[in-house]
């Protein structure tokens, strides 16, 4: 044999191997598992199929969640991108006081604990001490979070909006930063408007991040819980009960250990065909100026 | 387009980054700033694009005062160092956009488009986005865009700068082509001598955000006007020695004494500086006049076919051409040659004395 076989590479892989298996393989594979069987308890396992699969796709309160998960995810990425776009063109550039207090301004919701922020909303709504539900019951509107579905939804929303809109700024304003002095000279000498400059330098140039920002953001609006759940545990009625808030109510309000289980399977499945469909989207539409 | 500077001057806070300077571009012409890093190169080019107001001096465009003028509304195109193009236009696009905005009619940037583009030799890559293209063809399609403008003023901030070697003389011999026809007034900035000799067109040599000379680029070439001028149009950087001239020689500081020629005969007795080009300092001892000159390799370095032997000699470096690729181990002894016909004289304030005579027949004694 004048191929020399050498193994010690298997070797180098095993860290890497288990830290994978055990934090992400062994517990789908142990849903996946759940998901096929009936459980009464320790012990008592019966296999049943697709049957759990045939009742979560039957389900008409997991399709309500589900659209109503649609319409919030979509509701935030439009509310947050191009807020986060104008944020970022709005902000101070170089090396000045100015531009370090923005920056800090800007990140300091993101460093708030998702229940933090339901708590600080929770309060902050509420017509008798909070700021906010203070201030609308003055001006004569009946804001109440705890009974109208419009509004808990709406709280839940503005919440999201307040707590990562910085993200998205602070991504697309390292997008704009990378963006040399040059081209905004050419620009000038060439006549461009400001909207010129926009659309053929600025958001060509932030394409990398913006494809970062809506993907980031879309995943996590649509694994939304904390929040809602903080705020009015779903409620009122089912209005903020997204999908998160459905299958938790499921797994360990009912134990429905082998519903939930297939419950989310479906739930990756959905997250992981959605960011595919932005993913492909969005590069497709840049092929070839990704420099 | 007939540019004219009157004093023009740039201040930066407590910083002078250009010193005031009065400069007339002939329209039509093609000029050269020359000048190493922080020169004032591309201080003096966002001057004369509008970029930036002057902090003193008047800017004439065509004898019309253009000094408060913004960009906008100046007849001016700009190439820059790094390749700027929109990058989600396609080359099309790219070259089209300046005449779309004057307004034009699609069959008339229709056929200019593809007439700066066959004159770039980037016709087959038209549909094509600027990232797909190579270095040289992102940079030729940004000079199409300059071009296809109609600009009474074209800028080009060392253009070929973030080229490799290869595209560059490509690049650079086609240019003086493409100028070639022009109504334009083109300026130019460099790093290099070499360029700018090659170029052609007249040079205003830049130091330290100081203008040293202007003129023909030959002219100055030739008879720079002092040292430092010498020094930036020289590369590698004209040897320079400290020397004292008498009546039929002029003896340098290390001893050497080389005879007088026609350009630096008859002039006056006293120390002066001596200015030898690399190119007048070889290896090879061509002619029995050639003054030999001992010292120690310091090191060799080898650019396209040419070798530039570094060598210590006294307390001076001074540094000798000799053609083709050579190898001088660092420490041995050489021996090189000056030409004492071409020698450069300076005033010990540096200012020129005597410069070689260049021109056949012409005798140019300055002093």
Sequence with gaps: MDKVQDNRAWFLIIPVFLIVAFSAVIPLMTV????????????????????????VLKDDRLHDAL?????????????????????????????????????????????????????????????????????????????????????????????????????????????LQSIPPAFYQAAKIDGASKWAVFRYIQLPKMRGVLIIAVLLRFMDSFMIYTEPFVLTGGGPGNSTTFLSQYLTQMAVGQFDIGK???????????????????????????????? | ????????????????????????????????LLGRTLAGKTTLMRLMAGLDKPTAGRMLENGKDVTGTSVRHRDVAMVYQQFINYPAMTVYENIASPLRRQGKDKAEIDAKVRRTAAMLRIEPYLERLPAELSGGQQQRCAIARALVKGAGLLLLDEPLVNLDYKLR????????????????TVVYATTEPQEALILGGNV?????????????????????????????????????????????????????????????????????KV????????????????????????????????????????????????????????????????????????STAGQLVAAPNWRRGALRNIA
């Design chain 2, 275 to 346: 200015g030898i080009r690399a190119n007048h300092l070889t290896v090879l001892r061509r002619s029995e006049r050639l003054v030999p000159i001992k010292g120690r390799v310091a090191l060799s370095e080898i650019s396209g076919s040419e070798t530039f032997v570094h060598l210590r000699h006294g307390d001076t470096t001074l540094v000798a051409r000799e053609e083709g690729v050579h190898s001088h181990p660092i420490g041995s002894d050489i021996q090189v040659y000056a030409d004492p016909d071409r020698i450069f004289v300076f």
């Design chain 1, 67 to 175: 659209v109503r998960q649609i319409i919030y995810s979509l509701a935030v990425l439009l509310i947050e991108i191009p807020l986060g776009i104008l944020i970022a063109l709005g902000m101070p550039g170089g090396r000045s006081a100015k531009t370090s207090l923005t920056l800090v301004l800007l990140a300091l919701p993101l460093l708030i604990p998702f229940n933090v922020v339901g708590t600080i909303w929770q309060i902050f709504g509420r017509g008798d001490i909070g700021l906010l539900g203070a201030t609308f019951r003055a001006l004569g509107i009946d804001y109440n979070y705890t009974n109208n579905s419009a509004h808990a939804w709406i709280t839940v929303l503005v919440m999201d909006v307040w707590h990562w809109t910085s993200l998205v700024a602070l991504l697309c304003y390292a997008g």
């Design chain 2, 1 to 32: 387009m007939t540019l004219t500077l009157e004093g023009v001057a740039k201040r930066v806070g407590a910083e002078q980054h250009l010193h005031p300077l009065s400069l007339e571009l002939q329209a039509g012409s093609f000029n050269v």
């Design chain 2, 204 to 272: 205003t040599v830049l130091h330290e955000g100081r203008m040293l000379q202007t003129g023909a680029t030959g002219d100055v070439f030739h008879t720079p006007a002092s040292l430092e001028c010498a020094q930036v149009f020289s590369d590698p950087p004209m040897n320079v020695v400290d020397a004292i001239l008498t009546n039929d020689r002029v003896a340098l500081s290390d001893g050497t004494s080389l005879p007088l020629s026609a350009h630096d005969r008859n002039l006056p007795a006293g120390p002066c």
């Design chain 1, 32 to 55: 996946v598992n759940y998901s096929v069987q009936e459980i009464f308890g320790p012990g008592q396992t019966f296999f049943v199929g697709t049957e759990w699969f045939e009742a």
């Design chain 2, 169 to 184: 003389e490509e690049l650079r011999a086609e240019l003086r082509d493409i100028f070639a026809d022009g109504k334009t």
């Design chain 1, 260 to 291: 939930a289980a297939a419950f989310s399977i479906v739930y990756f499945l959905i997250v992981l065909l959605f960011s595919f469909i932005f993913y492909t989207i969005i590069t497709r539409t840049g092929e070839g100026e990704k420099k």
